[in-house]
């Protein structure tokens, strides 16, 4: 009972962080509207969600506080190089570009993992995978041929498309590390620096200029698509596993198209609803192999017991 209480709750708290990652889009769109540019936000977000993330470490983490100089300078060479492009790419994306297009054009990202690893890992493209690009390619597809019939603006789509590629080496990178480092703490570590950069670049004294909606917003970014999207994801994959958590990111795409129509009025096409499902749909496939492969792995270790 305990095992299947546990199933559930993770369950629950992956779709929460997928959910809550989902208003990223939303709230940088309520920002730009108030007047502020893209490096303001990134100070904004990266600041409240580090102190956010840095309070939650403090309480149920503490012993993350303990790290070495080179976990320290690893997390400097991440954020400078892959996420600080990644974060500022999108909020100039959103700049330009509807949040719905956005979200659907990033998802490509898993496309980037899978060629890199096929060229730097010697990975075999499995039918799942195939069958997931297809699924994510045709979705953007349609948006894609929308959004050249309408004015959607290149530059936008280019730095979106950038986004993704960023955080596709950013996914790869921190693979790699969380296989020496812990997560959260590499994590707590690589937004300090974020942090640190946009405040050092926009001036510390601007925190005077900010308006009280500005901040209040801030507060949010940093709190539901940052802190709070990465503490319920990482308690999730301790309930559960890694690619039970990946599946629930599915929601994210539908979640997104929700939270604009209501929060931000943009209107949703039937082109729109039909990307979302066929992306949304390559997402679930994708990790359906990895859970077919976990499944496998816990049968064969039953057999041979």
């Known amino acids: 009972m305990a095992a299947k209480r546990d199933v559930l709750l993770g369950a629950l708290l992956a779709i929460a962080s997928a959910i809550t990652f989902a208003t990223l889009p939303v709230f940088y769109k309520l920002l730009l509207n108030t007047g502020l540019s893209s490096s303001e936000i990134m100070q904004l977000r990266y600041t409240f969600g580090f102190l956010i993330l840095l309070i939650y470490i403090v309480i149920f983490h503490r012993s993350f506080l303990r ?5 320290f300078a690893l997390a400097a ?3 400078f190089c892959l996420d600080q492009v990644t974060g500022y790419t999108y909020a100039r994306a959103l700049e330009s570009i509807p949040a719905t297009t956005s979200i659907l054009f990033f998802y490509v990202f898993p496309l980037y993992v899978l060629v890199f690893s096929v060229i730097f890992y010697k990975k075999k493209v499995t039918k799942y995978e195939w069958l997931s690009i297809l699924f994510v390619l045709s979705g953007c597809g349609l948006v894609l ?6 004015s959607v603006d290149g530059t936008g789509l ?3 498309v950038i986004a993704s590629f960023t955080w ?10 969380f296989l020496q480092y812990r997560p959260l703490q590499i994590v707590m570590l690589v937004m300090f620096w974020t942090a640190f950069s946009f405040n050092i670049r926009n001036g510390f004294s601007n925190w005077g200029d900010f308006t009280l909606y500005q901040l209040q917003y801030g507060a949010l970014l940093g709190l539901f698509p940052t802190a709070v999207s990465l503490a319920l994801l990482y308690v999730a994959i301790q309930l559960t596993d890694g690619p039970f958590v990946a599946l629930c990111s599915a929601v994210e795409p539908a979640s997104t198209l929700i939270f604009s129509f209501f929060l931000l009025g943009d209107s949703i096409s039937i082109v729109q609803l039909a990307g979302v499902a066929l992306v949304t749909l390559g997402i679930v496939v994708k990790n359906l192999e990895a859970l077919d492969m976990l499944n496998l792995g816990k049968n064969k270790k039953v057999q041979t017991e």
């Open 168 to 177: 596709a080496l950013y996914v790869l990178a921190l693979q790699k590390t």
């Open 67 to 71: 790290f070495s100089l080179r976990a």
């Open 158 to 160: 280019m730095y979106i």
């Open 145 to 150: 041929n929308k959004a050249l019939g309408t």
């Open 77 to 79: 060479l991440l954020s």
